[in-house]
T-cell receptor, first 114, second 111 residues
Framework: DGGITQSPKYLFRKEGQNVTLSCEQN?????MYWYRQDPGQGLRLIYY???????QKGDIAEGYSVSREKKESFPLTVTSAQKNPTAFYLC?????????????FGPGTRLTVL | ELKVEQNPLFLSMQEGKNYTIYCNYS?????LYWYRQDPGKSLESLFV?????AVKQEGRLMASLDTKARLSTLHITAAVHDLSATYFC???????????FGKGMKLTVNP
């Protein structure tokens, strides 16, 4: 089955820790995205990548880092510099160069800072 | 800077009723998307609207796009409880692959 997987589903972080959220897709999509969702809010873009070994900052990149070493994978690291990381994190992917470029979303990771 | 506004943000309606929700955006765009999110879940794609006057329907939901007015509507016909969810519109930012999301409209359909 084609799709996007994210792990873990729930993640707990202590103050001062870095944590990495996994995102994998087998849709052969070129572009991948990370969003953050806070309660009662829309999605805000953290980082996105259109090609392997290249990525761009979104609107709220501070305190986060990413890598894109493989087309299928786009892990997100939440660093200790992110002061308020408790949120729901969603990964998405899309094709490029088509009219639709529709983004498809993974199931999400819920991060809680203890 | 592209801004996307949805209204209303909360809607409680009775089963069997009709209602229209709105999505306004601030700058020219050629792509608008509607998504559904159930509590604690991810986003599910509902509609992709690409051109002025585009209309798409799926079951009790119908979406339309007026690019001149920078407005999309999502019309609900004869609502049922299963439609209870949060509905997001997202607009493509010109010249990039980025989407800007509205805050979402939480719909509750009561028996």
């Amino acid at each position: 089955d084609g799709g996007i997987t994210q792990s873990p589903k729930y993640l707990f972080r202590k103050e001062g820790q870095n944590v990495t959220l996994s995102c994998e897709q087998n849709l052969n999509h070129d572009a991948m995205y990370w969003y953050r969702q806070d309660p009662g809010q829309g999605l805000r873009l953290i980082y996105y990548s259109q090609i392997v070994n290249d990525f761009q900052k979104g609107d709220i990149a501070e305190g986060y880092s990413v890598s894109r070493e493989k087309k299928e994978s786009f892990p997100l690291t939440v660093t200790s510099a992110q002061k308020n990381p408790t949120a729901f994190y969603l990964c998405a992917s899309s094709t490029l160069g088509t009219a639709y470029n529709e983004q498809f979303f993974g199931p999400g990771t819920r991060l809680t800072v203890l | 800077e592209l801004k996307v506004e949805q209204n209303p943000l909360f809607l409680s309606m009775q089963e069997g009723k009709n209602y229209t929700i709105y999505c306004n955006y601030s700058t020219t765009s050629d792509r608008l998307y509607w998504y559904r999110q159930d509590p604690g879940k991810s986003l599910e794609s509902l509609f992709v609207l690409l051109s002025n006057g585009a209309v798409k329907q799926e079951g009790r939901l119908m979406a339309s796009l007026d690019t001149k007015a920078r407005l999309s509507t999502l019309h609900i016909t004869a609502a049922v409880h299963d439609l209870s969810a949060t509905y997001f519109c997202a607009v493509g930012e010109g010249g990039s692959e980025k989407l800007v999301f509205g805050k979402g409209m939480k719909l509750t359909v009561n028996p």
